[in-house]
Nanobody
Framework: VQLQASGGGLVQAGGSLRLSCAASGRTFSAYAMGWFRQAPGKEREFVASISWSITVYYADSVKGRFTISRDNAKNAVYLQMNSLKPEDSAVYYC?????????????????WGQGTQVTVSS
Protein backbone atom coordinates (compact mmCIF):
# COMPACT_ATOMS: atom_id res chain seq x y z
CA VAL A 1 0.00 0.00 0.00
CA GLN A 2 1.29 3.45 -0.92
CA LEU A 3 -0.12 6.49 0.82
CA GLN A 4 -0.12 10.11 -0.34
CA ALA A 5 -1.21 12.79 2.11
CA SER A 6 -2.31 16.24 0.98
CA GLY A 7 -4.35 19.24 2.06
CA GLY A 8 -2.03 20.89 4.53
CA GLY A 9 -1.38 24.60 4.57
CA LEU A 10 -1.35 27.80 6.58
CA VAL A 11 -4.52 28.78 8.41
CA GLN A 12 -5.43 31.21 11.15
CA ALA A 13 -6.44 30.00 14.58
CA GLY A 14 -10.10 29.03 14.59
CA GLY A 15 -9.99 28.05 10.94
CA SER A 16 -10.43 24.70 9.24
CA LEU A 17 -8.51 22.38 6.96
CA ARG A 18 -9.32 19.05 5.41
CA LEU A 19 -6.51 16.58 4.95
CA SER A 20 -6.75 13.78 2.44
CA CYS A 21 -4.82 10.56 2.14
CA ALA A 22 -4.98 8.65 -1.13
CA ALA A 23 -4.08 4.98 -1.00
CA SER A 24 -3.08 2.53 -3.68
CA GLY A 25 -4.01 -1.12 -3.61
CA ARG A 26 -7.16 -3.15 -4.01
CA THR A 27 -7.50 -4.13 -0.35
CA PHE A 28 -7.77 -0.63 1.09
CA SER A 29 -11.08 -1.38 2.80
CA ALA A 30 -9.43 -4.09 4.90
CA TYR A 31 -6.95 -1.72 6.53
CA ALA A 32 -7.23 0.34 9.63
CA MET A 33 -6.22 3.91 8.84
CA GLY A 34 -4.72 6.47 11.13
CA TRP A 35 -3.51 10.04 11.28
CA PHE A 36 -0.50 11.02 13.33
CA ARG A 37 1.35 14.30 13.69
CA GLN A 38 4.79 15.50 14.64
CA ALA A 39 5.66 19.01 15.74
CA PRO A 40 9.24 20.30 15.71
CA GLY A 41 11.19 18.93 18.64
CA LYS A 42 8.41 16.59 19.67
CA GLU A 43 7.68 12.93 19.17
CA ARG A 44 5.13 11.83 16.66
CA GLU A 45 1.73 11.42 18.28
CA PHE A 46 -1.58 9.79 17.53
CA VAL A 47 -4.40 11.99 16.24
CA ALA A 48 -7.21 9.77 15.00
CA SER A 49 -7.95 6.40 13.48
CA ILE A 50 -10.74 4.61 11.68
CA SER A 51 -11.10 0.87 11.43
CA TRP A 52 -12.34 -1.25 8.55
CA SER A 53 -15.68 -1.33 10.38
CA ILE A 54 -15.74 2.48 10.69
CA THR A 55 -14.97 2.50 14.40
CA VAL A 56 -13.22 5.78 15.16
CA TYR A 57 -10.81 6.86 17.87
CA TYR A 58 -9.45 10.29 18.68
CA ALA A 59 -6.72 11.74 20.80
CA ASP A 60 -8.19 13.72 23.68
CA SER A 61 -6.57 16.88 22.34
CA VAL A 62 -8.62 16.79 19.13
CA LYS A 63 -11.94 15.31 20.27
CA GLY A 64 -14.85 17.46 19.22
CA ARG A 65 -12.74 19.38 16.70
CA PHE A 66 -11.41 16.77 14.27
CA THR A 67 -13.35 14.16 12.31
CA ILE A 68 -11.83 11.20 10.54
CA SER A 69 -13.67 9.47 7.71
CA ARG A 70 -12.96 7.10 4.86
CA ASP A 71 -14.29 6.43 1.39
CA ASN A 72 -13.41 2.90 0.40
CA ALA A 73 -14.68 3.43 -3.15
CA LYS A 74 -12.08 6.16 -3.59
CA ASN A 75 -9.35 4.47 -1.53
CA ALA A 76 -9.15 7.57 0.62
CA VAL A 77 -9.21 8.67 4.22
CA TYR A 78 -9.86 12.20 5.38
CA LEU A 79 -9.26 14.33 8.44
CA GLN A 80 -11.55 17.32 8.82
CA MET A 81 -9.94 19.74 11.25
CA ASN A 82 -12.03 22.54 12.72
CA SER A 83 -11.37 25.15 15.38
CA LEU A 84 -7.66 24.82 14.75
CA LYS A 85 -5.22 26.00 17.38
CA PRO A 86 -1.55 26.99 17.08
CA GLU A 87 -0.66 23.81 18.98
CA ASP A 88 -2.14 21.77 16.13
CA SER A 89 0.75 22.92 13.93
CA ALA A 90 2.72 19.86 12.83
CA VAL A 91 3.49 17.56 9.95
CA TYR A 92 0.53 15.24 9.61
CA TYR A 93 1.02 11.66 8.46
CA CYS A 94 -1.48 9.07 7.37
CA UNK A 95 -0.81 5.43 8.05
CA UNK A 96 -2.33 2.04 7.30
CA UNK A 97 -2.27 -1.12 9.33
CA UNK A 98 -3.97 -4.45 9.79
CA UNK A 99 -7.33 -5.14 11.34
CA UNK A 100 -7.24 -5.42 15.08
CA UNK A 101 -4.36 -3.06 15.67
CA UNK A 102 -4.26 -0.79 18.68
CA UNK A 103 -5.22 2.55 17.12
CA UNK A 104 -2.70 4.75 18.90
CA UNK A 105 0.28 2.40 18.62
CA UNK A 106 2.46 3.68 15.80
CA UNK A 107 4.49 0.50 15.59
CA UNK A 108 1.41 -1.49 14.56
CA UNK A 109 0.96 0.51 11.37
CA UNK A 110 2.73 -0.99 8.37
CA UNK A 111 2.53 1.79 5.80
CA TRP A 112 3.11 5.54 6.07
CA GLY A 113 2.58 8.51 3.81
CA GLN A 114 5.09 11.28 3.36
CA GLY A 115 3.36 13.87 5.55
CA THR A 116 1.72 17.20 4.93
CA GLN A 117 2.51 20.39 6.83
CA VAL A 118 -0.20 22.15 8.82
CA THR A 119 0.62 25.56 10.26
CA VAL A 120 -1.87 27.43 12.44
CA SER A 121 -1.09 31.07 13.12
CA SER A 122 -2.28 32.86 16.23
Amino acid sequence: VQLQASGGGLVQAGGSLRLSCAASGRTFSAYAMGWFRQAPGKEREFVASISWSITVYYADSVKGRFTISRDNAKNAVYLQMNSLKPEDSAVYYCAAGPRGLTPSYQDEYDYWGQGTQVTVSS
